[in-house]
């Protein structure tokens, strides 16, 4: 009963209170508590970023380094927890790893069903954002049959991730500085972007009061889509499938077509309708890996640029406000710096844990907090009397 708007895929559905992050979609602007995210992107770095949009301000020194101690003690996951990697095929895609093992967390961790206790929120928040680099890294090595690479506390956040995921037995492995900078730059550029797909699915899972780690698996589940976080990897496989900038046109043509399911990967979204700002740092730090890796001439590169240049001057993406996307250039990066495309949206993941856990947090002590449980239009039969199957 009562009267309910109907609104299929929630285009004008406000579904919470927040102040975590701000997107002002016809300026290309996204603040986190405020602070833009180029800024953001330039001077800070990721786990400055978790502090920020968990606590609300910039830590000062002494909480920095206290909040980048405790990440770092936490990295380390169970060690029982290699079970659950070996139980998987081995050419499992690590985003499917990934959803069943921070699933499997919540069982590991009985405390954290407590939510209703700040310091389990507090300990669970923590544990997410120490441990899914650890888990994205062991999920990669798994699939191409190498050991796993323990944490080292001693590496900041992004080497020990790439440590993790590129170090081999009995050889030496030295995280370049720039590299590191760059991945811990995708991790800022990903880590909240308010009410997404993924991020209402945390909510929603949560407002049945689910435990934290079950909540998480499950906004996983809902980013690795082509749509959302999987974008990332859809994008460099449709650059590679084009090939050179002679066949630009062709796939243009069919991401026009509307009778072609084809769309131009890593362009459009749904709230910013000038341009993605963070796809502007992206493009930036893309030519600065490849550059430091001495293949600015990538042919892939060529080919984004080209086809960036020529979706841009075609008035069906400028009628339909259609810009790059935050994921056009991350996965040229990612290929660049030795990452197969299936591990580009557990990168994703590994980043957007911040915003998820955030979210998450703000939810749980919002008094107006109640489970969320959309209505529908029904469309079937309406009453209708059993017949029985001698009579069907
Ligand atoms: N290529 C060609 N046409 C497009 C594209 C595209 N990438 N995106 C939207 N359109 C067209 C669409 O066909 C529709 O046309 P019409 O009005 O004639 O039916 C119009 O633009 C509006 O599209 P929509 O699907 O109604 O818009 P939406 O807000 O529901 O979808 C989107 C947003 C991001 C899902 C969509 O733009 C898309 O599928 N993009 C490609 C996938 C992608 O890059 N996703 C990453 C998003 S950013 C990172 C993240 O969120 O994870």
Not at 200 to 222: D, E, M
């Amino acid at each position: 009963a009562g009267v309910f708007t109907h609104d299929p895929g929630f285009t004008s559905t406000s579904s919470c209170d927040s102040s975590i992050t701000f997107i002002d979609g016809d300026k290309g602007e996204l603040l986190h508590r405020g602070y833009p995210i180029d800024q953001l992107a330039e001077k800070s770095h990721f786990l400055e970023v978790c502090y920020l949009l968990l606590y609300g301000e910039l830590p000062n020194a002494a909480d920095l380094e206290k909040f980048e101690t405790t990440i770092t003690h936490h990295t380390m996951i169970h060690e029982q927890m290699g079970n659950f990697f070996r139980g998987f095929r081995r050419d499992a895609h690590p985003m499917a790893v990934m959803v069943g093992v921070v699933g499997a967390m919540s069982a590991f961790y009985h405390d954290s069903t407590d939510i209703n206790d700040p310091r389990q929120r507090e300990i669970a928040s923590h544990r997410l954002i120490a441990k899914m680099p650890t888990i994205a890294a062991w999920a990669y090595k798994y699939t191409i049959g190498q050991p796993f690479v323990y944490p080292r506390n001693d590496l900041d956040y992004a080497s020990n991730f790439l440590r993790m995921c590129f170090a081999v037995p009995a050889e030496e492995y030295k995280v370049d500085p720039i590299l590191s900078r760059a991945m811990d730059r995708i991790f800022t550029l990903h880590a909240d972007h308010e009410q997404n797909a993924s991020t209402s699915t945390v909510r929603l899972a949560s407002s049945s009061g689910a435990n934290p780690f079950a909540c998480i698996a499950a906004g996983i589940a809902c980013l690795w889509g082509p749509a959302h976080g999987g974008a990332n990897q859809a994008c460099l496989e449709m650059l590679k499938e084009i090939g050179t900038p002679d066949r630009i046109p062709e796939f243009i043509d069919r991401a026009k077509d509307k009778n072609d399911p084809f769309r131009l990967m890593g362009f459009g979204h749904r709230v910013y309708k000038n341009h993605d700002p963070r796809a502007t740092v992206m493009k930036t730090s893309a030519h600065e890996v490849l550059d430091l890796l001495g293949v600015e001439d990538n042919p892939i590169l060529q080919v984004a640029m080209e086809l960036e240049k020529t979706a841009l001057e075609d008035p069906y993406f400028a009628e339909k406000k259609l810009f790059p996307n935050v994921d056009f250039y991350s996965g040229i990066i990612l290929e660049a710096m030795g990452f197969p495309t299936s591990m580009f949206t557990p990168i994703f993941a590994v980043s957007r844990t911040v915003g998820w856990v955030s979210q998450w947090k703000e939810q749980l002590t919002d008094p107006a907090m109640k489970i969320g449980r959309p209505r529908q239009l029904y469309t079937g039969e309406t009453h209708r009397d059993y017949v029985e199957i001698e009579d069907r």
